[in-house]
Structure formats: C-alpha cells, structure tokens
C-alpha cells in the first residue's frame, strides 16, 4: 500500500511554494512560518521524485539542521523508511533521501548532486555558499532551490531578492511577506513588538526590509515612488536619457516630463541587433518628441550617427571617471531631496538600492554598481535629470559633449 501524508499551507505560504519557477526567494519577517513551509515543499517534493533523487536542507549551523531534520522526522514520520542520526540523513519510501547540512563547513557540502535544496536563514550565510557549492551543483539534474530568511542589509540575499523582482529573469522569483501575513499570528503581539524595538530593527525583522546600509549612494528612493506612466501631454518638454548595451547588458530609455521631474515613459531590453534597438529609441522619442541624452560608450559612436539622420534633437555623452561622478552626485541629491519621481519601476529601485560607493587603493572612492550587477536604469535615469538641473547644460559638459549635427 501506498504511503502518503497530507501537505498543508496557509494561503500566503501558498503563493510562495506553489509557484513553479525554478529558484524561489522568500524574504519573510519572523514567524511567518517561511521555515515550515518549506520543510512541506521539500517533502511534497520528495515524495514525487524518482526513486533514489536526493535533496538537501542547508543551514547556517550545524545545530540548527539537526533542529529541522527533527521537525520534519517528526511530522512526516508515516512516510519515511529509516533515519541516520549520526549524519542527519532522512530515506522516505520511494527511496529518495534528504541529507541536512550546515553552511559552516564547505566540505560538509560536497558528495551527492542534489535534486533540489533549501537554503535557510541564508541571508546570514557567505554569498560562496551558494554561487562556489550549490549553484554548481544542480546543474547534474537542473536542479530547484529555495531561498529562505530574514535581511541582514544590503547583502548577497539582497542581492538576490533584487534579481528576483526582475520580470526579464525568468529562472528566478522574489516573494516578500511581513510577520503579519501569517494568518495564524497574533496581531496584538506584533504590536507590542514595534513598540519595544528600535525602529530599523522592526523594519527588517517584521516588516522584511531591506534596510539601507551606510555604503549606498542614494539614499530616499522608496520615497520617490509616485505617480504612474504617462501619455504625452500638448505644452509639455520632456527629456529621455539613453544607456547603450547589447547582449549582456542593457538598453534603457527613460523619458522625463521636465516641468515636474516625473518619469513618464520606460522601456529596457537586450539581446537585439543594433538596427531594432535604433528603432526602439526612435519610436519612443518621437512619440514624447523628446531631446535625447545618450551614453556614447564603447558602442556609440556609430549608433548616434545613425539615429542623427533621423533624429536631430539628440547628443552622446563620452563619460569619464570626473563627469560621471557629477551626473550621480546630482541624481543623488536630487532623489535624497525628493526632487524626482518615477512610478513602481522594481529594475529601477533595486538599481538604485545596491549602487555603492568602493573604496580603491589609493583611498578615492568610486561609485558603481555592485561586481555582477547593472546600473544601466541608474545612467539612462541620471543623464535624463542631469540637464534638468539648475545649471547651464552646455556649461557642464563642455568639450565632452560631442560634437554632432544635433539642433541644439
């Protein structure tokens, strides 16, 4: 006879486990019950495989697996073989097994290529975790893995949340939920909890925040969340900001109705040929019959030349280390001030979140996005607001505005 055991979930853990996108990231405030419902997914899971399929349940500590290799002992017992204590092993019916592991130890990690792994309060784990062990790892069967914790800042779990809110990445899903979203939690409790925490702390624990650390560049970009896209309007000036890119990287136009500083218009793609992506700004400028502020990059040059006879109203920017630096700290400023606003743009806001300033040798220090990451929303935005500024456009770039038959 054929074992079974009934899996359940509240409805927002639901929404989470239910959801078939390879990678999950689950950013949840405490007692949510993020770790409860992903000790059923594994095991729902589980249960379906091929005989023999292993699984791993990965966390920070070794005494914290055995703690849910216990829980899950425990609650799926009608449906497991046998258990290996001493090395925190769990062999169900069909013969699949899950191995509990601790992220403390590399070495712990290496052995069997799982089917599937969970990774829990992983925001306290080192980022080699996941993209050195595991990432690898599931590439033997295309392997699933689940992201679970609470944030530690702006870290790699971050990071991945952020890729995850990017509709254009496929594999990979973000989910956030607060400690009120548990059906089953006392409101009253969590009440009294905001009272008796600091208010930062309350905000990442409860609320699930990523609360900005003392390295991002700009600072108050929730805060310029306002408005919705809009059609062009009769009177109207508007501007849009053009950052080139091609297979890996993007292109992004962002379009500005210069009288309120407003983003109106947004579009970002990638691995197109040159002559569509012309087109594509093309479109978009006559349509807003904007002037154009393109980054002329590596790429450039032969880009403006094209849309020049097409398009007058457009001049490329040569950047270096000094006239970047001035566009940003403007955008910077005028985003920590609240001059600007853009609708719900997820690319957008995480773009601006993680941008940081490093620390070179010589003690300068650079702003940039973080190593694996884009800021191309970051450049098409701020070469958009740079000429909204109180300054003469022409006086700021000076020779590095380049020469073009532009009607300026």
């Known amino acids: 006879m054929e ?10 853990q639901s929404l989470i486990f239910d959801d078939p996108v390879r990678f999950k990231v689950a950013c949840c405030g405490r007692r949510f019950g993020k770790t409860l419902g992903a000790e059923n997914w594994l095991v729902e899971n589980v249960l379906e495989d091929k005989p023999r399929e292993v699984s791993w349940w990965i966390e920070p500590i070794y005494a914290q697996s055995k703690r849910v290799f216990k829980e ?19 062999e169900f019916y069909n013969k699949s097994i899950i191995e509990f592991k601790s992220a403390d130890n590399p070495d ?20 080699e975790i996941w993209t050195e062990v595991i990432r690898p790892s599931l590439m033997d069967h ?12 702006q870290n790699w779990f971050a990071d991945l949340y952020y890729q995850g809110e990017d509709p254009l990445n496929t594999e990979i899903k973000s989910f956030r939920f607060t400690t009120y979203d548990n059906p089953f939690i006392n409101h009253e409790e969590v009440e009294k909890a905001k009272k008796e925490m600091p ?27 306002k408005g919705a896209f809009e ?3 009769p009177g109207e000036e508007y501007v849009m900001g053009v950052d080139l890119g091609k297979y890996e990287d993007f292109t992004v136009l962002c379009v500005v109705r210069k009288s309120a500083a407003h983003v109106v218009a947004f579009d970002r793609f990638n691995q197109i040929n040159w002559g569509l992506q012309e087109q594509r700004i093309l479109e978009l400028a006559n349509k807003y019959d904007a002037f154009v502020y393109m980054d002329q990059g590596q790429v450039g040059d032969a880009v403006l030349e094209e849309l020049l006879k097409k398009w007058s109203r457009i001049k490329g920017i040569k950047f270096n280390n000094e006239n970047k630096t001035e566009m940003i700290n403007l955008l910077s400023n005028r985003i920590e001030k609240g001059e600007i606003s853009y609708p719900e743009i997820p690319v957008l806001i995480n773009e601006l979140r993680i941008y940081q300033y490093d620390k070179l040798p010589s003690g300068k220090l650079r702003m940039n996005a973080p190593s694996g990451h884009h800021d191309d929303t970051v450049i098409a935005l701020g070469l958009a607001i740079w000429q909204l500024s109180e300054f003469d456009f022409e006086g700021i770039m000076g020779d590095l505005v380049t020469e073009t038959r532009s009607a300026f």
């Open 231 to 233: 059609e062009p309007y």
């Open 199 to 225: 208010e930062r702390l309350f905000r990442q624990e409860i609320m699930a925040e990523f609360v900005d650390d003392i390295g991002g560049v700009f600072r108050g970009v929730k805060e310029c969340v």
């Open 108 to 127: 712990n990690l290496k052995g069997d290529k799982p089917k599937r792994v969970v990774l829990d309060e992983c925001a306290t784990m080192k980022s």
């Open 142 to 153: 295309k392997g699933d893995a689940v992201f679970i914790g609470t944030p530690k800042g």
């Open 3 to 12: 074992k079974t055991v009934e899996i359940n979930y509240h409805k927002n």
């Open 72 to 90: 899950i002992k425990y609650k799926f017992a009608s449906v497991i073989k046998r258990t290996n204590e001493s090395d925190l092993i769990i």
